[in-house]
């Protein structure tokens, strides 16, 4: 059913009991012409595109759980495109113009919200850093303003301009903003199913066929499949996958919390964070302030980070806000990231034939969801990367052809 | 939050201490015959066990003296830890079981 204002209007009079599912739960085949481990957005995402630009239908999406359940549902929901590599710059940029257009392609409400995103600098350190990285945005061809304390003041009325934290200026991304997650799971896996895919959750993959370094078959907890082309995007999982099939993959991984608010009335319109103190915060459609803190140092499975975290994020917000500090915490969580030592993805062929991953992106893989599934879906398609994608192939580490956005990604890590 | 067992001034809150990484790599002995692969792998590529991890911090703001610990990566049991130079009981494979 084409989702529109008219199937709205006519599905509340008949009472909301004719809306299909947005999916099938079909069985799981015994071939296919090629799997996706990994149900979140990237994956999903691949699905999708391998249908929709390479004709390619007959495709199973293994989820281990439930579709959008790691993190794709569990980030902080922002958009931006404020990196210093023009590697990065490319492939996030992208990303942009396509969430731009993306809700008419899926015929899905993915709350696209463009609301402006700013990078807030504390002392001379952070003045010279915005500074470089808008220089090399506008060398980028990516929108960034440098704007003034008083400007900043504009954007948040209610903001601390000389406290413990002074705000000496801001790195203004206009097209920054935010983005139903879930949202972005569900929109595509309706579409991805509409083409044709099987989307097959509660299937954990189990191991690999290997004959002769080309992959012929993929072993899961419903039985075995036999296909020759095997995308891999299972976040921190991939490196637990690549050693099934005898590889590494140079991915650590650790915990990422964020703290969700109370609903409050409208009182913050754009997203603002802030490198030196690492308050990250916005604020949701439903009214709830979204905060975003750092990871832990330590490998970690656990999906709970330390507390001296959360109190780092919580006195820097006050401090900056103190507007907020009468407010409740609702909700308190911690996601594992995929971190790589140069903090840039991999998207990326293997040494086992047939099997491509698209992992590694650690904090910020959000944004990037329609640039990683379009990419992956290219290289299981063609076996070749896509321009956009090539510079993040594994080898980088034996070449020493880097992608450092280490300490210039635009959080602190 | 960790509460670490720096082997020179006992149980301390993780917030004094910073992290080295996986213990136990060595640096290779004849740097010039290495390949490209394999330094890519020496600098680059580390564990990521669900399980048992023996990894090196440093007790920065206290003796600043680096050590091992095991510790398990999902549930953040602590096993022990080790002066840099000592062995320490390896884990037997039961243990070593992702649960």
Known sequence: ?413 | MLLLDCPWCGKRDQTEFSYGGEAHIDRPIKPVEKSDSDWGQYVFFRANPKGYHRERWMHAQGCRRWFNLMRHTVTNEIKGSYKPGETFPPVSPKENQND
């Open chain 1, 1 to 413: 059913m084409r989702y529109s204002a008219f199937t709205l209007a006519r599905e509340a009079i008949l009472g909301h009991k004719n809306w299909p599912k947005m999916w099938r739960s079909p069985e799981m085949k015994s071939s296919y012409d090629a799997v996706i481990i990994g149900g979140g957005g990237h994956g999903l995402a691949a699905a999708y595109y391998l249908a929709k630009l390479h004709g390619i239908t007959n495709v199973a999406v293994l989820e281990k759980s439930w579709i959008g359940g790691g993190n794709t549902g569990r980030n902080t929901t922002v958009i931006r495109s404020n990196y210093l590599q023009k590697e990065s710059a490319a492939l996030y940029d992208e990303a942009i113009d396509m969430w731009g257009t993306l809700e008419n392609e899926l015929n899905f409400n993915l709350m696209v919200s463009p609301r402006g995103l700013l990078h807030l600098a504390h002392n001379t350190h952070d003045m010279q850093e915005i500074g470089r990285r808008a220089h090399a945005m506008y060398m980028h061809g990516v929108d960034a303003e440098l704007i003034t304390p008083e400007q900043v003041k504009d954007w948040i009325p209610f903001i601390r301009l000389n406290g413990r934290f002074p705000v000496m200026g801001a790195l203004l991304q206009r097209r920054g903003g935010t983005i139903r997650h879930d949202a972005v799971a569900w929109g595509y896996a309706r579409a991805a199913d509409s083409l044709g895919i099987d989307i097959i959750q509660n299937c954990d993959v189990t191991g690999f066929q290997i004959e002769s370094g080309k992959v012929v078959g993929v072993e899961t907890s419903k039985g075995p499949i036999r296909t020759n082309r095997v995308g891999i995007a299972a976040a921190a999982h991939s490196t637990e996958l690549a050693e099934k099939a005898g590889f590494r993959l140079p991915i650590e991984a650790v915990p990422l919390q964020a703290l969700v608010s109370d609903p409050l009335k409208p009182v913050m319109d754009c997203v603002a964070l802030s490198n030196t103190v690492h308050a990250y915060l916005s604020q949701s459609d439903k009214g709830e302030l979204v905060i975003g803190g750092g990871t832990d140092p330590q490998i970690s499975w656990g999906q709970r980070g330390g507390f001296f975290e959360v109190e780092n994020m919580i006195s820097a917000v006050l401090e900056l806000y103190p507007i907020f500090s009468k407010l409740r915490m609702m909700r308190q969580w911690g996601g594992t990231v995929d971190v790589t030592p140069d903090r840039s993805p991999l998207i990326s062929k293997t040494p086992v034939d047939g099997i491509y991953v698209d992992c590694g992106w650690g904090t910020g893989g959000f944004k990037a969801t329609p640039v990683g599934g379009r990419s992956l879906a290219h290289m299981i398609a063609t076996d070749r990367p896509d321009h956009l994608s090539a510079p993040y192939s594994i080898d980088r580490y034996f070449t020493g052809a880097l992608i450092d956005e280490g300490s210039a990604s635009a959080v602190a890590h």
